[in-house]
């Protein structure tokens, strides 16, 4: 067997904003608090589980530049028109990163301007 992703560690000036925006996007919960850092996962999930979790570790360091990693999302339980507005009302904002304007998808930002693309394909919950 081979290694597998447990976590993904995203540094934040705010770890609870971005947990708290996550959580809501995602419908995560919060799992852990350690040293700053807040990790969410699913809902029944732990730290290390088999479902992968998102950390907010507590950064001062600025950001430079776009984002070299980043999430697509998809709607589970409504069409992509509909999530843009649930994620825009949660504090998402549209960035531009390049784009023609003929995707079919949106991209993102969360509070902390960290990109993320909200796909239009609908894809049933977990």
Request: proline residues 7%; glycine residues 8%.
């Amino acid at each position: 067997m081979a290694c597998r992703i447990s976590e993904l560690v995203i540094d934040a000036a705010d770890p609870d904003l971005l947990a708290a925006f996550w959580s809501n996007a995602l419908g995560f919960v919060e799992l852990d608090r350690e040293a700053g850092s807040i990790a969410i996962g699913p809902r029944d999930s732990t730290v290390g589980g088999p479902q992968l979790t998102l950390v907010f570790s507590p950064s001062s360091d600025p950001r430079t530049g776009k984002l070299r990693l980043h999430f697509d999302v998809n709607p589970t339980d409504r069409d992509a028109d509909a999530e843009l507005e649930r994620l825009l009302a949660l504090g998402a904002k549209p960035t531009d990163i390049g784009q023609t304007g003929e995707e079919s998808w949106y991209v993102l930002a969360d509070p902390e301007g960290n990109e993320f693309c909200l796909l239009d394909t609908r894809l049933d919950p977990l």
